[in-house]
């Protein structure tokens, strides 16, 4: 059997065309949490070899079930799972977040960096770095990430006295 890739990613961009409102490319990008390259070649069927997670949760993001993109590559009709969750609130992995966190990962800019810090009792601080620009130049980008770099060491850093919980 062979798969039609470049009909899956026709469809798929004809599928997010047709939401309202209409995402961009960098939109879905965004929520995915791929890049807008990423998305333009699902959508032109580039590069694919296998259904993965991304391309499954983008059949999703258009309303899609997630074994749709199997049928569509073997050439029958996509099943429709119901409202699309175009907004990335609706996004199962915000769930149970506090709603400050919610909040911040759905602003509008760019994904710079992610990183775990660990602290000296056991518990971990997770960090999520946004640029200001949803679609930043490569010199935005570069002053985004030398931005990160400088205040990444100091957070590693980060020390409690002893007696601190005590006070």
């Known amino acids: 059997m062979e798969t039609d ?5 026709e469809a798929l961009k004809a599928a997010r065309l047709a939401l309202r409102p209409k995402p961009t490319q960098a939109d879905v990008a965004q ?3 791929v890049s807008r390259a990423t998305v333009q070649n699902i959508e032109q069927g580039k590069a694919l070899t296998r259904v993965n997670t ?6 999703q993001l258009v309303g899609w079930t997630p074994e749709s993109p199997e049928r569509v590559l073997a050439g ?9 969750a175009v907004e990335p609130a609706g996004r199962p992995e915000a769930e ?6 919610q909040e911040e990962l ?20 997770t960090v999520i770095v946004k640029g200001a620009s949803k679609s930043p130049t490569p ?7 030398q931005a990160w770099r400088r205040v990444q060491p ?6 409690f006295p002893a007696d601190r919980d005590s006070a």
């Open 31 to 33: 929520t995915l949490g």
């Open 96 to 101: 149970g977040l506090p709603l400050t966190v």
């Open 154 to 159: 100091m957070l590693r850093e980060l020390t």
């Open 106 to 125: 759905e602003r509008e800019g760019a994904l710079v960096d992610t990183a775990v810090v660990h602290l000296p009792d056991g518990t971990s601080v």
């Open 76 to 84: 029958g009709p996509p099943v429709k799972a119901g409202p699309p």
């Open 54 to 59: 991304t391309i499954r949760a983008y059949a």
């Open 139 to 145: 010199e935005e980008r570069q002053r985004n990430l």
């Open 5 to 9: 890739w470049v009909g899956l990613g």
